[in-house]
């Protein structure tokens, strides 16, 4: 069993940054996939931004050149970097881990952006 718990969500101004952190109760070296997802209001569960163990990263379109997703083996701590944030980025943020066939999800962090 993998547990994730996500911090660093709140309330922040349209222009201004925030970063999230997932800390796993496991490696994360040995995770096959970590990263981001979020829910916003009547909208179904996107991808954010996401690692392999290779350390290959993936990142919606939306959020490219403003997020940056990065990691600390050390501390098993997944992070989010969230700059130039923007209304529409308002949402539940997940931390998601994929090991072997199963996956897991934390609980969610409220992110806030006001105009």
């Known amino acids: 069993q993998v547990q994730l718990v996500e911090s660093g969500g709140g309330l922040v101004q349209a222009g201004g940054s925030l970063r999230l952190s997932c800390a796993a109760s496991?490696?994360?070296?040995?995770?096959?996939?970590m990263g981001w997802y979020r829910q916003a209001p009547g909208k179904q569960r996107e991808l954010v931004a996401t690692?392999?163990?290779?350390?290959?990263?993936n990142y919606a379109d939306p959020v490219k050149g403003r997020f940056t997703i990065s990691r600390d083996n050390a501390k098993n701590t997944a992070y989010l970097q969230m700059n130039s944030l923007k209304p529409e980025d308002t949402a539940i943020y997940y931390c998601?881990?994929?090991?072997?066939?199963?996956?897991?999800w934390g609980r969610g962090t409220q992110v806030t952006v006001s105009s």
């Open positions: 998601k881990a994929r090991l072997w066939f199963t996956d897991y």
């Open positions: 690692f392999t163990r290779g350390g290959d990263t």
């Open positions: 496991v490696s994360i070296a040995s995770l096959n996939v």
